[in-house]
């Protein structure tokens, strides 16, 4: 991938690669459509590197943040059917997936 | 008071309309059916719902007649419907977020925004059209097809909640609920004559909000008038111990604020980068009409500067794509919502089923904003983006404070064009995150924000909307100067602007 704040952007390649990262299989024509899109995006996002060596403080949240605390005390929750009612597949009051491991594996 | 025809029942208020169902002259029955009728009639051509749930909202609006006839103490806004945008969770209704992965998904559980709106009777509609997770600017992103704008059908009606401004400027609904995010309230207010609100970030409940960006989202009232937004901002807001960002104070006096009728002495500071270049004549002469206004009402108004404003385009369409492309991850295929296999693969892992079904669920801009945050996170860009993004943000963050420490409220244009025509946006994303402009200060600060109607503009004959900004937890200023605003036009004009909107094309 190239630096950010130059203008060559990103590549075909780079939004491949971060596509297979976001778990989304884009196809040739969607990457030849927003490969292109997302560099002329990011070009004129990379303005704000402009302020990356200047010591301000980051801002993750606009209103400070405390941990909440509450009474460790049972409440409702979502009973099992609720709580399975979306699935795409429930095998014996369980979320059944595909498997998660390789061939090889 | 006399019986009214349908054709006027759609067309009051929420506040009218509540206090005929208070005195008798009109039932919720009556008036829920009269929305429903209404629906049915435009909806095929404006498309601001996407599901419509007669028999609950007539079965809510029958409870509350019935608890009103045994002489039961109500809350205000008792037996008036409303319409909630689809990003909120509905129990026993579809929420889709206007994306094809969540097509069909009926959560088990309410938003807490819906579970008050339950609780004080009021019949909830339906569910209204959005761009898909809120990403957008004109409802076009949305996987069931466009909302179109009342007041210009072949227009969009801003985004991403074009459906609950629309609903309420087409007289589908009274009230209706949006998210804001960058402007998902506000914009679509101003492009459709209507009036929203963004409250303070933490000012109402996020549980039950499908997360967009989640430092930055926040729901708040689609309205016709602000008195009717300041009644709905008070039943919805609130501290929430489900929600661990929400503030713990009570909810601002914002029906009171919006009975004050004097601005003078107030200090109102213009935003300097919000206007001029890049803004359409039009919007920019109305949002002068309304300085002028203020200035003769005694008010004091001054330019301010906010310079890091220039920057948070830029900074906001970092942050919003790095945390929606984390908070999206939850659309695995695994525990709810769509779920497909790679073509031809025999026994696919999860992992290709999981990228086989995002492929298929989310729409264009979706999949551009997921790439561009999972950019913007990746480690040796980090510091340049996402982390420079983060530093902009303190920077507007004191352009706010500096500027609040000289006046009480700032005013910009909500958005700098009037509707654009469908599709025209489409190709182009920069140009449509550039409806935004004036709008995203607000939640990277997380300052409420209020979209009033000025007028409509000269040269297109559209409506254009005026923004005012306050500190945070200061929410009860919009409603105040809102209100201002709203009176000093309609008696200008001898009307409110909606009753300009074009009849729509009753389908019988």
């Known amino acids: 991938m190239s630096d950010p704040g130059t203008s060559a952007g990103i590549t075909r390649a780079d939004v491949a690669h971060l596509a297979g990262l976001s778990r989304i299989d884009l196809t040739d024509e969607e990457l030849d459509r927003l490969a292109p899109q997302l560099a002329v995006i990011l070009d004129s996002v990379a303005t704000v590197s402009q302020v990356a060596s200047q010591d301000i403080p980051p801002t993750s949240h606009a209103v400070p943040l405390q941990n909440v605390f509450r009474e460790d005390v049972v409440r409702p929750g979502l009973t099992p059917e609720e709580a399975l009612s979306g699935a795409p597949l429930v095998d014996q009051q369980r979320f059944a997936v595909p498997r998660i491991l390789g061939e090889e594996a | 008071m006399s019986a009214l025809a349908d054709r006027d029942l759609i067309r009051l208020s929420a506040s009218d309309l509540a206090a005929r169902l208070a005195d008798g002259s009109v039932t919720s029955v009556q008036a829920t059916q009269a929305h429903l009728d209404r629906i049915a009639a435009v909806d095929g051509a404006v498309h601001a719902f996407l599901h419509v749930d007669a028999e609950g909202a007539l079965a809510t609006a029958a409870d509350v007649d019935a608890r009103r006839a045994a002489g039961e103490p109500l809350p205000t806004l008792a037996g008036v419907p409303i319409a909630v945008k689809d990003v909120l969770a509905t129990r026993g209704m579809p929420t889709t977020c206007g994306s094809r992965i969540l097509e069909g998904w009926v959560p088990p559980y309410d938003a807490t925004v819906v579970s008050r709106l339950r609780a004080a009777g009021l019949p909830i509609l339906g569910k209204t059209n959005m761009d898909e997770f809120a990403m957008g600017s004109s409802t076009e992103h949305s996987a069931y097809g466009p909302t179109h704008n009342p007041w210009d059908l072949d227009r969009i009606p801003g985004g991403s909640g074009g459906g609950s401004a629309a609903a309420v400027a087409a007289f589908e609904a009274p009230l209706a609920i949006g998210t804001d995010t960058g402007g998902s309230i506000r914009q679509p207010g101003a492009v459709t004559g209507t009036v929203g609100v963004k409250p303070t970030y933490g000012g109402v409940s996020r549980y039950g909000l499908v997360a967009l960006a989640s430092s930055l989202d926040q729901a708040g009232p689609v309205t016709r008038t602000v008195l009717d937004a300041a009644l709905l901002h008070e039943l919805i807001g609130g501290h929430d111990p489900r929600d661990s960002t929400s503030i713990d104070a009570p909810a601002p006096s914002a029906v009171e604020a919006a009975g004050r009728t004097d601005v003078a002495g107030l200090r109102v500071g213009v935003v300097r980068e919000l206007g001029g270049e890049g803004y359409q004549p039009g919007v920019s002469a109305r949002f002068d009409e309304v300085v002028a206004l203020l200035s003769e009402a005694g008010a004091e108004v001054v330019e301010v500067s906010c310079p890091s404003f220039e920057m948070a385009l830029a900074a906001y369409y970092l942050i919003l794509p790095s945390e929606a492309s984390s908070n999206l991850a939850k659309f695995d295929a695994m525990r709810y919502g769509l779920r497909v296999g790679p073509a031809g693969v025999d026994a696919p892992s999860a992992e290709q089923v999981m990228a086989a079904t995002r492929e298929a669920g989310f729409g264009d801009e979706v999949k551009r904003r997921i790439i561009l945050g999972t950019y913007a996170l990746s480690s040796g860009y980090y510091d ?88 945070a937890t200061a929410d009860a200023r919009l409603y105040h100067v809102g209100a201002f605003i709203e009176r000093a036009l309609d008696e200008r004009w001898g009307h409110t602007l909606l009753s300009q909107a074009p009849d729509l094309e009753v389908a019988r």
């Not at chain 2, 409220?409 to 958005?415: E, I, K």
């Not at chain 2, 064009?417 to 140009?431: C, E, I, Q, R, Y």
């Open chain 2, 384 to 471: 340049a983006y996402y982390g420079s993004a983060q530093k902009v943000r303190t920077l507007i963050a004191r352009d706010f404070d500096a500027a609040f420490e000289k006046v009480d409220v700032l005013l910009s244009p909500t958005s700098p064009t009037t509707a654009f025509k469908l599709g025209a946006k489409l190709d182009d994303p920069l140009s449509m995150y550039l409806q935004d402009v004036a709008t995203i200060p607000a939640n990277l600060a997380g300052v409420p924000g209020i979209s009033v109607p000025s007028g409509l503009a000269d040269e297109d004959g559209l409506p254009t909307g005026v923004q005012v900004l306050a500190p």
